[in-house]
């Protein structure tokens, strides 16, 4: 069973709102860079995956080669491989396309998992447009999979609840986070391997870009309004706080 994981590395999402700053619509490079919080959710899923079925687990990424060392995490929770594919493009149409040619010089995939959105770019698109252009299935919004009977059973959180799906072929599964697939600590001895793990690196092929253009990247302005509100007995200051959240149709 061969699982690949598409997996980016982003700037620091951690970094407060106060602190962050922007340069030609872009994360100043003065911050640090890991691997986006959803992707090492969908490392999480593929390592128990493999660990439970037995597999081969990939960890495919189109960035910058100085990503490398970054991506060596994905390898010392337990992936077997890294591919990267040397780039830096944001177009979410030529991302696909790269990460699709690395998935078919792999050869025969069972299925492919992926964060359900970047922790930079925030679009949560690329995972449909890799399954399309694979013509795999796409299943989003995925906190476990599990195999029953040759069929695989996708575990998918919607606005209404949780909805179980059986999926017949083969497919790309877009994981969000849950308490099942928080992201291991890996060993040291894992982290000494990981650093010595070869790795395959491919150069990107030229794509034509989609037809969107991007106006503008900003940081939102955020304005905080402090109300007090002068009463002293705990009673009538719980009644008279309602009474303003009710005005402002906050309830």
Same mark, same amino acid.
């Given at each position: 069973?061969?699982?690949?994981?598409?997996?980016?590395?982003?700037?620091?999402?951690?970094? !407060?709102? $106060?602190?962050?700053?922007? #340069?030609?619509?872009?994360?100043?490079?003065?911050?640090?860079?890991?691997?986006?919080?959803?992707?090492?959710?969908?490392?999480?899923?593929? #390592?128990?995956?493999?660990?439970?079925?037995?597999?081969?687990?990939?960890?495919?990424?189109?960035?910058?080669?100085?990503?490398?060392?970054? +991506?060596?995490?994905?390898?010392?929770?337990?992936?077997?491989? +890294?591919?990267?594919?040397?780039?830096?493009?944001?177009?979410?149409?030529?991302?696909?396309? *790269?990460?699709?040619?690395?998935?078919?010089?792999?050869?025969?995939?069972?299925?492919?998992?992926?964060?359900?959105? $970047?922790?930079?770019?925030?679009?949560?698109?690329? !995972?449909?447009?890799?399954?399309?252009?694979? *013509?795999?299935?796409?299943?989003?919004? #995925?906190?476990?999979?599990?195999?029953?009977?040759?069929?695989?059973?996708?575990?998918?959180?919607?606005?209404?609840?949780?909805?179980?799906?059986?999926?017949?072929?083969?497919?790309?599964? $877009?994981?969000?986070?849950?308490?099942?697939?928080?992201?291991?600590?890996?060993?040291?001895?894992?982290?000494?391997?990981?650093?010595?793990?070869?790795?395959?690196? +491919? *150069?990107?092929?030229?794509?034509?870009?989609?037809?969107?253009?991007?106006? $503008? #990247?900003?940081? !939102?302005?955020?304005?905080?309004?402090?109300?007090?509100?002068?009463?002293?007995? !705990?009673?009538?200051?719980?009644?008279?706080?309602?009474?303003?959240?009710?005005?402002?149709?906050?309830?």
């Amino acid at each position: 069973m061969n699982i690949v994981v598409c997996a980016k590395v982003v700037p620091d999402y951690e970094v !407060p709102a $106060s602190d962050f700053e922007l #340069v030609n619509g872009r994360a100043h490079k003065r911050f640090t860079r890991m691997i986006g919080l959803y992707d090492e959710n969908a490392v999480e899923v593929g #390592v128990q995956l493999k660990e439970k079925y037995n597999g081969n687990l990939i960890i495919i990424s189109y960035g910058r080669e100085e990503d490398i060392p970054i +991506l060596r995490k994905a390898i010392a929770m337990g992936g077997d491989k +890294l591919i990267i594919i040397i780039g830096n493009s944001d177009d979410p149409y030529i991302i696909s396309e *790269n990460l699709k040619m690395g998935i078919e010089r792999i050869g025969d995939v069972d299925f492919v998992l992926a964060g359900r959105q $970047s922790a930079d770019m925030d679009r949560g698109i690329v !995972p449909g447009i890799l399954a399309g252009m694979l *013509n795999y299935t796409f299943v989003p919004q #995925v906190t476990q999979i599990e195999l029953i009977n040759g069929l695989w059973k996708a575990i998918q959180v919607t606005e209404k609840g949780i909805r179980e799906i059986k999926v017949s072929k083969k497919a790309v599964f $877009s994981i969000t986070d849950d308490p099942g697939n928080i992201p291991r600590i890996p060993p040291v001895r894992r982290i000494l391997a990981a650093k010595k793990m070869p790795v395959e690196k +491919l *150069n990107e092929i030229q794509v034509p870009p989609m037809q969107i253009e991007e106006i $503008s #990247v900003d940081i !939102p302005k955020i304005e905080i309004e402090c109300e007090f509100l002068s009463v002293e007995d !705990p009673k009538e200051a719980a009644r008279a706080l309602l009474n303003r959240l009710k005005e402002e149709r906050y309830l």
